[in-house]
């Protein structure tokens, strides 16, 4: 699109698309309108907008029909906005198994800013994971080389921004990467984590983003470091 056509379509003045229309709310703690759609988000939203989301819904629209005819799954998944990835990921198992399904896990799980939400659901994809011969798949090569190097007990560490009773699944070999996860918020109670965790228990490490991140269902014998 140029920048005349984009600035067309911000003068250009009609009604929101009737799919679109549902996903609009109001933030209270943002005190802003916003349009979620699994397809098209705007923060903030408003009215002028229109035509540009309109086309965009249309256009992503068209390009899904096409994906899911191709079994293009990754892109699929790529129009989907982030926070409705996961449960476009559960629509799709039907139709993807194997080594191509838990590396779209992966993808989906280091896109995702808040994996909590979703936590069960997670931790059921990583426990099936686990278990599958495929599943090591959610590591690329060198991922797999740097687990199989690791000694027979890892310390790993996780950084609790806010009290937690016990630990979730996604801790990081590296002490100061979980410091800036427990402080990044600047919450009062933030704290650390610390296992040390064998090898067995661990479902994947992951450092696509550089966080030395390790998957751990089973964190038996965590305690907190203050």
Known sequence: MTIQEYAALLEKQEDLHPSLAPYIERSKALGWTMLRHPLV?????????????????????????KAKADGDWAKVLYLHERPYRLHALLEIMPNVTGTPFWELVSWVWTDTEAP??????????????????????LMDEGEQRALALMPATIQVWRGASAPE?????????????????????HRPGAFLWTLQCPKERIVAFLNGRNEHEVIVLDAKGATKEE
């Open 116 to 137: 909590r939400i979703n936590r069960q659901v997670w931790r059921g994809l990583f426990a099936k994971a686990h278990t599958d011969p495929a599943g090591k798949a």
């Open 41 to 65: 988000f705007s923060i903030p939203y408003d009215a002028h907008m229109n035509a540009m989301l309109n086309r965009q819904y249309t256009y992503k629209t068209e390009q899904l029909v």
């Open 165 to 185: 009773k016990r630990p979730s699944m996604s801790w990081t070999r590296d002490r100061e990467r979980a410091v800036f996860f427990a402080r990044r918020f």
